[in-house]
């Protein structure tokens, strides 16, 4: 009996002991589950319920409008022109400054000390205020006094006119890069590159310091007689979550372009808009144009890609290059 | 299989000497274990012989030709690592593969994808799929084969780096220290195994350990190294009966050797006071050095050599060490007692101690054996 009666007490004050230590728990998670929920959770739910209005700032009152924001966006031809923006920007910075990132931190891995004088030049744009830069860009891509036109010019009756391109700007005048259609963007996107680079040169750099250094010698008795080959055997593999890292971090960084294309066109975002990125649509229709409804519907959009960018990333770091 | 000569090889770190004028030859098929204390330059021998440094001087002969200018990648030998630096993306039968991929497939044969169309690399790779589960066979590792390193426990894993370095014929197997990372028990039964592989293989292997047991009981010859330099490569027995140096006979065997003073005094022989050999007639330094391994010292009562007490016992069950402290000046020396003399040892008993004249190695000042000594020590001892 008495054995019974012990075995029911314990049983009564156990549950007990485990909520008093769950409250704890939850008591001590609060503060940040209130300032998670005050700062990220209830703007994101704001912007998704003004998506679906036609809210403008200072009105008293605003009409729901259901998915007619979506629709526009996927109908108009403005918003056509954002998403080839976007998308053009994404899909030639992303690979390109991982790329070179890559290469370069690479390379200054292989030099001693003076490794360290190119890590900090590759990363001066990094640490430079965009939006400064990109008005001395503006200056060098000038159209008659820019620096970039007038070296052009210097190859005119050289050999060099053989090229189609120096030959059609030495006949009728070099491309005037930000106010073409043609150009604009992808002067954008080679900003974007230059900028953007030396950010993932570090990472990468930082991924390299962990390479284990007897992996090298072991490739090298395996027969592992080029440097590409023991790249390919042990250091992209052991780059694998600093790749997946600098992908994803450049794709955020790509989508949310906006200082350069603010700086160079802030009346509307390129010649015939063909540099009008998200976050500046955003910028245009929620806060010059006080179109709150349409800027949160981008918004919500813009906040999906992101998403899914980051579940993919989280996906192959679970999955494929965690050994 | 091939012989390996080693031959006057010098290594300088900037201003530091790490390897000075080192000569060895390994014959086809030995075992041999280069031997010393952290920091006395073994690892660096092996990866010169390995190919992964350059010698400042000296030459690598490797089945009579000259492989010195050689890359690592060339010379057709296997490494095991001491972090067996496995590749930690390639499952086991991969990581084993890599070996025999890198050298018997084309650059184009080994293309993820279109290697895989090419009727020639699908030959190679069955060929190579077979050398795989042989290795695995031989090493009992065939269960293993689809898991990647990070699932597989110290000495798994440590098996598949034996595996990467035998799945193909490399001339010689070079270890570095691959038991450093195991646990004691693990470490006993992988020594055996990795001797019976050798005996199994007839290959030369040269095996880098800081472990004296190791060394010991694998190796054809030891070679013991100190300070950049090969003190003396013999085989494990010589290595313990018959050292050339102090260095040597001090590094291998446990308890340490027993390293007392001795004096000469025109024909006597003397340690602390006590007259060793009254007829010693040989030319020798009038100060010495005499190692006596703690089996060679042995309890009596009647005329003992050295007397002192009991200050530490240690108790192995198949024999007991004893740690004496000498009256004569305190110093200590270890004795090795069978289990039955256990009664008469205790902490604090006086006991007298005695030893053979021809189990004495004599050493001179700086550490170099004195054997012509020895044989007069003995010889005086025998006549008196």
Redesign the interface.
Known sequence: MVAVDASGATRVTKPKADNRQARTGWMLATPALVLMVLILLVPIILAGVLSFTNYSLGNSGFGWVGLQNYERLFARSTYEKMFVATFTYVVTVVPISVGLGLGAALLVHSLGRIGDIYKTIYFLPVMATLLAMAIAWEFMLHPTIGMVNRTLEMACGTWLEVIPFFAGGCADGFPIWLGDRDYAIWVVCFIGIWQGFGFNMVLFLAGLTSV?R??Y?????????SGW?RFR??TW??L?PTTVFVVTISCIRAFQVFDTIEAFWPQGGGPNKSAYVMMFAIFEKGIQQNLIGIGSAITMLFLLFVMFLTLIQRWLVERKVH? | MSDLHIASVTKLFGETSVLKGVTLDVKDGEFISLVGPSGCGKSTLL?II???ETPTTGTIAIGGADVTQL????RN???V???Y??????TVAENIA??LQ??QMT?LQRLPLLGGLLPSARAQAGDIAQAVSHAAQILEIAPLLDR???QLSGGQRQRVALG?ALVRDPAAFLLDEPLSNLDAKLRVQTRTEIAELHRRLQATFIYVTHDQVEAMTMSDRIAVMMGGEILQCAPPDVIYEDPDDIRVAEFIGSPKINILPVERNGTVLTVFDQVLSAHFSADSPKLMQMGLRPEALRLTQTAPLLTGRVVHLENLGAEIFAQVALDSNGSRVTLRAIPAQRHSLGLGVQVGLSFDLNSVMLFDADGARLRKAEVAATRAAEVA
């Open positions: 284990h007897e992996l010698h072991a490739a090298e008795m395996d027969g592992a007689r080959e055997l042990v593999p052991a694998g050994y | 990866r390995a190919g992964l890359r690592a990648a060339d030998l296997s490494m690592f001491q972090s630096a496995l590749y930690p993306h390639l890599v070996p890198m050298r650059a990647k390193p990070g990467r």
